[in-house]
T-cell receptor, first 118, second 111 residues
Framework: AQKITQTQPGMFVQEKEAVTLDCTYDTSDQSYGLFWYKQPSSGEMIFLIYQGSYDEQNATEGRYSLNFQKARKSANLVISASQLGDSAMYFCAMREGIFSGSARQLTFGSGTQLTVLP | NAGVTQTPKFQVLKTGQSMTLQCAQDMNHEYMSWYRQDPGMGLRLIHYSVGAGITDQGEVPNGYNVSRSTTEDFPLRLLSAAPSQTSVYFC??????????FGPGTRLTVT
């Protein structure tokens, strides 16, 4: 079974508008972390934002926020005021056992290609 | 402070050849891992290490070997390259916090 599902292979957004990238996850662990990474066309993986399963507040980092709905097992990324430089592939990822010192590594979704239109 | 470095950046191999992808980190992180990224897919875990002398398999370990003799280095060996191993390979590290740091990637083509 897929642990991380990103159902939007491609998204378009107008510059300066907000966009939501969807991510749902599957785990039976109580302790896990959710991550979003950006991969521009140059190929590097850029960490954007993190949400722990016990965090009660949604994470925010500048123009990025994570809409965490634990009961629905969703962790959507919201980018406000999109910029042309936001055009990239975006990956949602999860690490289970994150607070227990587990050695488990990241599991990634298949990604969403975001294009920001001028 | 270079972070995570990977060499080479690009490599072309013929089927059956072997090679080693190098990964080095200067952050004194315990955890190191190798992922591969195929077109249209997310990263998939090949092997990982929780410290010098300790390695374990990830989701797609077949055809790859690793060893970890020092904290700094975590090389990935392709034993007998196959076209199915054409991919982009990322090395990653993490210390005690949640954040994972990725290297710039190695783009491998097997013909």
């Amino acid at each position: 079974a897929q642990k991380i599902t990103q159902t939007q292979p491609g998204m378009f957004v107008q510059e300066k508008e907000a966009v939501t990238l969807d991510c749902t996850y599957d785990t039976s662990d109580q302790s896990y972390g959710l991550f979003w990474y950006k991969q521009p066309s140059s190929g590097e993986m850029i960490f954007l934002i993190y949400q722990g399963s016990y965090d009660e507040q949604n994470a925010t980092e500048g123009r990025y926020s994570l809409n965490f709905q634990k009961a629905r097992k969703s962790a959507n990324l919201v980018i406000s005021a999109s910029q042309l430089g936001d055009s990239a592939m975006y990956f949602c990822a999860m690490r289970e056992g994150i607070f227990s010192g587990s050695a488990r590594q990241l599991t990634f979704g298949s990604g969403t290609q975001l294009t920001v239109l001028p | 402070n270079a972070g995570v470095t990977q060499t080479p950046k690009f490599q072309v191999l013929k089927t059956g050849q072997s090679m080693t992808l190098q990964c080095a980190q200067d952050m004194n992180h315990e955890y190191m891992s190798w992922y591969r990224q195929d077109p249209g897919m997310g990263l998939r875990l090949i092997h990982y290490s929780v410290g010098a002398g300790i390695t374990d398999q990830g989701e797609v370990p077949n055809g790859y070997n690793v060893s970890r003799s020092t904290t700094e280095d975590f090389p990935l060996r392709l034993l007998s390259a196959a076209p199915s191993q054409t991919s982009v390979y990322f090395c990653a590290t993490r210390g005690g916090s949640y954040e994972q740091y990725f290297g710039p990637g190695t783009r491998l083509t097997v013909t």
